[in-house]
Nanobody, 125 residues
Framework: QVQLVESGGGSVQTGGSLRLSCAAS????????MGWFRQAPGKEREGVATIESDGSTTYVDSVKGRFTISKDNAENTLYLQMNSLKPEDTAMYYC???????????????????WGQGTQVTVSS
């Protein structure tokens, strides 16, 4: 069965960096759109970054220039490199897999059918 397991979260100070990982199993990792989402306390979950099967990427404006999404198809792992972290980046971060093979990426949550359990990122000022 499909499994997504995030790791790499933690607590850092403003300006710090973290790299999140999402280990995927149970499907052809390279052929699906993948995304990173986050949910802060009291807020709705939002899309942060997506990566297509061909490696094309998109980012929400608030993280452009600071976050980088990437994947290693040989290792079936999705990454999110987060630099210059701000307190407003504090949230639970989730990786997700699109519903359909070869589908295009977007940040609409209904596009994604499998979700990890999340990893907490806390940025202090």
């Amino acid at each position: 069965q499909v499994q997504l397991v995030e790791s790499g979260g933690g607590s850092v100070q403003t300006g710090g960096s973290l790299r999140l990982s999402c280990a995927a199993s149970g499907y052809m990792f390279s052929s699906y759109c993948m995304g990173w989402f986050r949910q802060a306390p009291g807020k709705e979950r939002e899309g942060v970054a997506t990566i297509e099967s061909d490696g094309s990427t998109t980012y929400v404006d608030s993280v452009k220039g600071r976050f980088t999404i990437s994947k290693d198809n040989a290792e079936n792992t999705l990454y999110l490199q987060m630099n210059s972290l701000k307190p407003e980046d504090t949230a639970m971060y989730y990786c997700a897999r699109a519903r359909f093979l070869w589908s295009s990426c977007n940040t609409v949550q209904s596009t994604y059918v499998y979700w990890g359990q999340g990893t907490q990122v806390t940025v202090s000022s």
